[in-house]
T-cell receptor, first 112, second 116 residues
Framework: AQSVTQLGSHVSVSEGALVLLRCNYS??????LFWYVQYPNQGLQLLLK??????LVKGINGFEAEFKKSETSFHLTKPSAHMSDAAEYFC??????????FGAGTRLTVKP | EAGVTQSPTHLIKTRGQQATLRCSPI?????VYWYQQALGLGLQFLLW???????NRGNFPPRFSGRQFPNYSSELNVNALELEDSALYLC???????????????FGPGTRLLVL
């Protein structure tokens, strides 16, 4: 079965610094990969989705992620962190039958 | 366009009682998914319904059950509540399988269940 591993349960960056959230996946077939964000006391909001059309995927709020098959990775980046980016981020993989599996999540803290 | 809605927003029950959580998908979506998000445990897949049928089930005991109605809304029932059932329960919807894979799931705000 497919799975994802998010490296680092907590990441702290300074405002204006690069954000890098790591995600590695495991899948027996070409996967669909997702990044979601969850703000406190809210549901999950889709940031971006990889569908094999392009390896570099641009999402909302200035985030992007690069699919690297050789590294089985789909890391999320943003060049310059804003205070409003503080949230929990989830990587997810879906291959067959819309069976989506989530990583454990990475909590991003942005320091002023 | 309205998003996924869930009710109630909060629910307080005592151990042994039953809880019923409701979800209305985005208009036109036929697939509904349920997840449990307990503190420190991430999102755990519970159930997937499509076109009124249960398509998949996560590793949860049978006291977690649900159904999908003809209008594609869904209900999650948790019987014989235990303290560890306290969690945020998230519902998501997607357009529907129809042979497609990798559909984006759109999430509701969740129902926070507290079992005392």
């Amino acid at each position: 079965a497919q799975s994802v591993t998010q490296l680092g349960s907590h990441v702290s960056v300074s405002e204006g610094a690069l954000v890098l959230l790591r995600c590695n996946y495991s899948s027996s077939v070409p996967p669909y990969l997702f990044w979601y964000v969850q703000y406190p006391n809210q549901g999950l909001q889709l940031l971006l989705k990889y569908t094999s059309a392009a390896t570099l995927v641009k999402g909302i709020n200035g985030f992007e992620a690069e699919f690297k098959k050789s590294e089985t990775s789909f890391h999320l980046t943003k060049p310059s962190a804003h205070m409003s980016d503080a949230a929990e981020y989830f990587c997810a993989v879906s291959d067959r039958d819309n069976d989506m599996r989530f990583g454990a999540g990475t909590r991003l803290t942005v320091k002023p | 366009e309205a998003g996924v809605t869930q009710s109630p927003t909060h629910l307080i029950k005592t151990r042994g009682q039953q809880a019923t959580l409701r979800c209305s998908p985005i208009s036109g979506h036929t697939s509904v998914y349920w997840y449990q998000q307990a503190l420190g445990l991430g999102l755990q897949f519970l159930l997937w319904y499509d076109e009124g049928e249960e398509r998949n089930r996560g590793n949860f005991p049978p006291r977690f059950s649900g159904r999908q109605f003809p209008n594609y809304s869904s209900e999650l029932n948790v019987n014989a509540l235990e303290l560890e059932d306290s969690a945020l329960y998230l519902c998501a919807s997607s357009p529907g399988t129809s042979g497609r894979n990798g559909e984006t799931q759109y999430f509701g705000p969740g129902t926070r269940l507290l079992v005392l």
